[in-house]
């Protein structure tokens, strides 16, 4: 339990001097952990546009399915299975960035708050802990829109990978009848998700446009 413990807390301290050391490069090339942050939110935001599309392409695929008359179940539960792979790994990449993202805020806010006893003069100094404040409640604003819709994820893959699994050991009429009983409810769960992931696109949009705003300003 104690070796088990000491590893955990020594990969989390190799993963931090790691992100450290990132960051200390990217800056010595102009990149700071503000850019770094809008640059990630971006991705993110792409990320999620991707995985929309799998979960789509997905619930098309369903959509076909419930209607098949053919023989050939067994080609319909391998073009499933692929759907689930692919909806699978895509919302793992949102996840992936999402952490990223928290990674980097963690750190930017951090040395915001640090730099800010380094000021002589009190007036800027009470500017930037404003400033400060400011940025921290829109992204805590915008994690939360984030982590919302990525919580969304996996109840709708658990619905696939059951579908698929059904499919695989019952290849017949009655999986099929079976599955489409259960469209209805995985469809209104995608759309969910969908509406989920475009208000935190939206969000993240927001957040990008004012941390463009405070730079110029």
């Known amino acids: 339990m104690i070796q088990r413990f000491f590893i955990i807390c020594l990969s989390l301290f190799t993963l931090s001097a790691c992100e450290s050391t990132y960051y200390a490069a990217m800056e010595k090339v102009g990149q700071h952990k503000r850019d770094i942050l809008v640059d990630r939110v971006e991705s993110a935001s792409e990320s999620q546009e991707e995985a929309q599309q799998e979960f789509k ?51 930017l806010f951090e040395e915001w708050q640090d730099e800010l006893s380094q000021y002589s003069n009190a007036n800027l100094k009470r500017d930037s802990e404003q400033k400060l404040k400011q940025t921290q409640r829109q992204f805590s604003k915008l994690l939360k829109s984030m982590r919302r819709s990525e919580a969304k994820m996996q109840p709708v893959l658990d619905s696939l990978k059951d ?14 009848a079976a599955i489409r009983g259960e469209f209805d409810s995985l469809k209104v769960d995608i759309q969910n998700l969908i509406n989920d992931m475009n208000r935190s696109i939206a969000d993240s949009n927001a957040f990008i446009e004012q941390m463009n705003v405070n730079k110029a300003g």
């Open 57 to 107: 392409d997905a619930l098309t695929h369903l959509s076909t399915l419930i209607n098949f008359d053919g023989d050939d179940l067994a080609r319909q539960y391998d073009i499933s299975k692929n759907h689930f792979e692919e909806s699978k790994a895509a919302a793992e990449d949102v996840t992936k960035r999402i952490d990223s993202i928290e990674s980097v805020a963690n750190a």
């Open 163 to 176: 579908n698929v699994l059904y499919l695989k050991h019952n290849l017949n009429a009655q999986a099929v």
